[in-house]
Structure formats: C-alpha cells, structure tokens
C-alpha cells in the first residue's frame, strides 16, 4: 500500500501501543504544545537532570510550593532576601537572640516607645553604660516588641539567624523570587511531589534528552494526539503493529494494489462468489495447469483456442461435429469433419470423414486423398512377393502382380538389400512395371517386394 495510506481515521482508537512505537520516534516537536498534563507523568519522572538549566522559573512554581523542607540549610543567604520583607511576623517568637543581633544595633529608634518597661529593667540599673554587650537577649524582650521599624535597614544578615529558623510560614507570599535562590538551588528533593504541572513548565520545556527512555508510554500520550502528519515516514513497521489490529476499516479505499499482496496470498477462500470474471483474467493467464473444470463445460464462440504444448486428454472418445438439435449429419454443417494441422505457410495437413461419401480422406498438403481401410474394397497388403529369373536369361523390367497404390507404397529387397525408388538411385517404377537401374536379374538373384493396392 502507498507510503500515505494510513490516516488518523484509519487507526482503531488505541492500537497504537508503546510496544508499536519504534524507540526515540516521539520527540519533541512530534508531541502538540500543552499534550503532557501532570497525570501523563509517571511518579518522580522529571528529576533535577530531566529539567534544562534556570528552567524552574517563578511562574513555574505553584503559590505556596516552596516549604522550609524544600530549601537547603543555609540556602537564603542575606543577599538572597529583599530589602525590608523579613517583618516581624515572618520571625518564630523568641528567634531573634542576642547573638542574632548585631552589637550595637538596637539604637533607640529601634525600641517600640514604652517597650522597656520598669519590670523588665533591674531598678537603676540600665544605664546605657550599665548594659553590657549583647546584653538584651530574646527573652529580655518582651514578646512582639521589635516590630519591622525596630530593626535597622539590613540588620538581619545571616549569621545573625538561628539555623531552620525561618520556615514556610515566615517567609511573605510571593516573595522568594526566582532571582533570590542561587543557582542550582531547587533539587529535587525540595520540589513536593506531584508539584511540577503542565502550567509550571515553561512552553517546549521538556524535550527529547528530558524523557527517560521509555518513559513515553500509551498511557501517557493524549488520546488522538498521533495522527499522520506527526509519525515519520516509513517509521510503524510490521512488527510494531498489534497481530489482527488492522481491518478492512483501517484502509484507504483503493489502497491494496498487487505489489502489496503476498504471493500466494489471495485463496479461493478470499475471492467472493462470481467475482473471477472473463474480464478479470488475463488473455495468458488461464494456462491448462491452471484450469480444472469439473462437470459439463459449455465453450462459445467460433474458435475454441487452447495454447499448450501437448493437450492430454483421458477420454476413450472426442466427438466432434455434435449435431445441434433438429440437425441430422454433418452434411448440413460442413462436408468434411475431423482434425486439421496447421502449416504456417504451407497447405494444412488434415484428416478428414467426408459424409457425403462415406470415407476417411487425408491430406498431406497436395489434396485430398481416400483412405484405403485394411479389410476394404480395393485396399489390400502385399508382403514377400517374389520375382525370379528362370534359365540364363537376364532382364532389367519384371512385373508386378498388382499396381501399388499409392505407388510409393512399395519396398523392393534385392537380394536381401533393399532398393531405393526413384531416377538415379536403383530403380523406378510405373503402374506395375518395375525397371532396374543399378543391376540386372537373373536366375541367380530373388527379389521381394511390399506394397499395397
């Protein structure tokens, strides 16, 4: 069948499995735009190496998908944070110590008026001389007392946070930006599964180097996603379509020309009743070999032609001339019946009943001669006459007792040697008068002739 004859609409839905898929056929520009959703993925199946580098963009990353247990200890370095997004909710109660504070930082501009309270100071005793070094620890602070004013712009560098301080939940919506991770930051481990959709890939993201190999299955490709125009020519051999998937339905109409067929391949079985007509064979292709009638056959036609070699025929009789109904003899459809050889250039040899004389006639290609029946009148064998010479005479001329008919039916035995017939060879003969060319006949000599008359 042509190369363009299987269409989408000639494919039974889901015939085409995996296993009919010639490995690597399906790249990426063989699969539509937006066709692998999230459940077309098996679990785990985009790893940090199935990603292309930078590909995990913001956008990529579904609202609220980057946990505490997502991000690598010590990923968010001080540099990596927006200037004035670390409010004061965004900080577990009791998290800013005093060693998260840098000396001399909280000035009192940093206080929340009335926060230092006479209860949290020993009487007299805090003076600003009086206050030793990192003196104000966390649980000297009342709880929310230093609010985001409170801190000084970019405070809060990292070794002033304690580790696994700053959680999911301290961090603003929308705030870790793609450009605040480092590099290579988001493994994936970091990413919860089932995180990564469709709407989270950047568009022609995943592509050939991207899949596992094998990760294509039939379940994982959109149902109609594969239609023509999308397989690569003379790409779904045999052996990758399903035993007995291909029905009549599945064809192109017109499509199965002979080169397509097996040798061999059409049965008896396969052809449906009166469909083999006169039409349909060609003028050498009924050969004998191929031909077996079986009951009556009817030929039409004037001339039946058979072109084999030798024509064996196990019947005890061939009739020829059937008399057709209301006909009597063959004299009323042609003078002669019987077999005739064509010659080519030369007059047609041929045997013939002549009805009208009741006689068997042949041709030999010089006309039509009876055919003497042993046992008829004036047909008769003649075997061994002899002829001698008595006394001392010697002649060259002797009779026969009858005149051969034809005349070149005669065998003349000199001596036991026979004799050719005929002007230069040894003799000749007319009616009965035989003449001697290459010997003469005495008494001494025998000849014998055959003949019929």
Known sequence: MAVTTINTSQIRDSAITAAKIADSTITAKKILNGTITGDKLTSSAITATQLADS???TKKLADSAVTAKKITDSTITNKKLADSNIAGKKLLNGAVITIKILDSNVTAAKLEDSAVTAKKMADSAVTAKKMADSAVTAKKITDSTISTRKLADSAIIGKKITTSTITGNKIADSTLAGKKLLNGAVITIKIADSNVTSAKLEDSAVTTQKLADSAVTAKKITDSTITAKKIARTTITGNKIVASTIDSTK???????GKKLLNSSITAKKLADSAVTSRKVSGSGLTLAKLR??????FLGTTTFIG???LVVTDPIIEVGHYPTGVTGVSAIAPYSGMEVD??????AAIFWEEATNKWMVNDGTGLKEIQLVGGAGFTFVDGEPKTVAGASKITTFQLANVPNPLGSLKLYFNGQRWRSGAGNDYTVANSTVTMLAATLTSADVILSDYRY
Do not use: E
């Open 55 to 57: 590909s995990v963009i």
């Open 251 to 257: 064809l192109q109409d017109s499509n199965i020309v």
């Open 308 to 310: 084999a070699t030798n």
């Open 343 to 348: 010659r080519g250039s030369g007059t047609n």
């Open 293 to 298: 009638v079986i009951g009556n056959s009817v």
